[in-house]
Every structure is written in structure tokens, then in C-alpha cells.
T-cell receptor, first 110, second 112 residues
Framework: GIQVEQSPPDLILQEGANSTLRCNFSDSVNNLQWFHQNPWGQLINLFYIPSGTKQNGRLSATTVATERYSLLYISSSQTTDSGVYFCAVGSSGGSYIPTFGRGTSLIVHP | GAGVSQSPRYKVTKRGQDVALRCDPISGHVSLYWYRQALGQGPEFLTYFNYEAQQDKSGLPNDRFSAERPEGSISTLTIQRTEQRDSAMYRC??????????FGQGTRLTVV
């Protein structure tokens, strides 16, 4: 099956800093999502982005499907951004069964 | 409902007991997924349904695990003869059209 690798595994920032999280995948995809798992364990949808670029406030994401990667940008980070960020993908040509990476654990210090 | 609802939120059970975890998807969503997430890991696929039909159960770890969605809406994941290694967060998600999936808050299962 498709492999999903996320980097870095851990990230520690000072409030106000910017960061880039990366998701590489091993095969062509027709679905890709970014999630934030907050400290209470809830998985929150950030972006549905199988290709192109989207922005939502301080967050933006870009997927370059032909090169098999996606990036999540967090600008002016806040303590509430802390948690684990997951990328999940679905292979082209089949039903969408989200396959997750291991996530990037982010801690933002005040 | 407004979102995916899972119950119970927390379940502690003794080894050897059966447990049933419930998922109520977003109204009208066709696809329903079950995942298991160990601490420090990403969610791992267990099984999924389109309407009432179980499309793929390749992720179920063994025959103690089963799932059903008899009327194409609410689903139940059942674990028989629970073992300590079954302790994890169990997550349910639903999707309208095989695109964006939305997750519930999960059920934290602890087997003692």
C-alpha cells in the first residue's frame, strides 16, 4: 500500500515563529487531507487538498501531486497550535481509504 | 447530526469481556470508516462501509474484531474477548462522496 512520511517528527517553536511541515507519499493520490490532533485528542480537519494551494487564516497548504508531496505552513504560531499534525492520503484509482503518516508533534511555547 | 458522534468516550473493561463501540456518522454520509490509534502513532485503518455494505475489512487484526452498519447509518465495532493489547483510541469517520473524511472524538478503550 501507499506509504506516507511526515517530517519533522517533532518541532518546538516560540510563539510568533513560522514553520513548515512536510508530507511525502509513495504513489499518486487523488485525496489528501491535513488534520490537527489537539491536546484533547480530537482530530480537526484543516485542509482537503489533493492538489494546488489553499489558505485559511494563519494556515496554508500546498500539494504538488506530480512530485508526491504536500506542505503545511503555519505562520505567527500560537500556543493553541500545539498538538500533532497528520497528513492522510488516498491512492488514485481506488476508493478513498485515508492512509495516515505518523504525524508531526508541535509544541509552541509562550 | 452536526458531526460524527462516538460513544462511549471512555471505556474501561476487564480482559476477556466483550465491548461494543458505537458510531453515529454525519447525516447522509455514505462512507463510514473505523480506525485504531495507538499512543504516538497515526490512526490505522480497520474497516469501512458504503451504506450498509462492508467494503473492506482488511485492517481488522483478527476474528475477535467485527463491525456492522445494518441500516446504512449507525455502526458498531465489536471486540470479543478483549485483551490488553486492544487498548487504544478507536476512531470513526464518515465521508459524503469518497472525498473529505470527518472524524468523531474517538473512544478511548482501556483493557485491564
Amino acid at each position: 500500500g501507499i506509504q506516507v512520511e511526515q517530517s519533522p517528527p517533532d518541532l518546538i517553536l516560540q510563539e510568533g515563529a513560522n514553520s513548515t511541515l512536510r508530507c511525502n507519499f509513495s504513489d499518486s493520490v487523488n485525496n489528501l487531507q491535513w488534520f490537527h490532533q489537539n491536546p484533547w485528542g480530537q482530530l480537526i480537519n484543516l485542509f482537503y487538498i489533493p492538489s494546488g494551494t489553499k489558505q485559511n487564516g494563519r494556515l496554508s497548504a500546498t500539494t504538488v501531486a506530480t512530485e508526491r508531496y504536500s506542505l503545511l505552513y503555519i505562520s505567527s504560531s500560537q500556543t493553541t497550535d500545539s498538538g500533532v499534525y497528520f497528513c492522510a492520503v488516498g491512492s488514485s484509482g481506488g476508493s478513498y481509504i485515508p492512509t495516515f503518516g505518523r504525524g508531526t508533534s508541535l509544541i509552541v511555547h509562550p | 447530526g452536526a458531526g460524527v458522534s462516538q460513544s462511549p468516550r471512555y471505556k474501561v473493561t476487564k480482559r476477556g469481556q466483550d465491548v461494543a463501540l458505537r458510531c453515529d456518522p454525519i447525516s447522509g454520509h455514505v462512507s463510514l470508516y473505523w480506525y485504531r490509534q495507538a499512543l504516538g502513532q497515526g490512526p490505522e485503518f480497520l474497516t469501512y462501509f458504503n451504506y450498509e455494505a462492508q467494503q473492506d475489512k482488511s485492517g481488522l487484526p483478527n476474528d475477535r474484531f467485527s463491525a456492522e452498519r445494518p441500516e446504512g447509518s449507525i455502526s458498531t465495532l465489536t471486540i470479543q474477548r478483549t485483551e490488553q493489547r486492544d487498548s487504544a483510541m478507536y476512531r470513526c469517520a464518515s465521508s459524503l462522496n469518497q472525498r473529505e473524511a470527518f472524524f468523531g472524538q474517538g473512544t478511548r478503550l482501556t483493557v485491564v
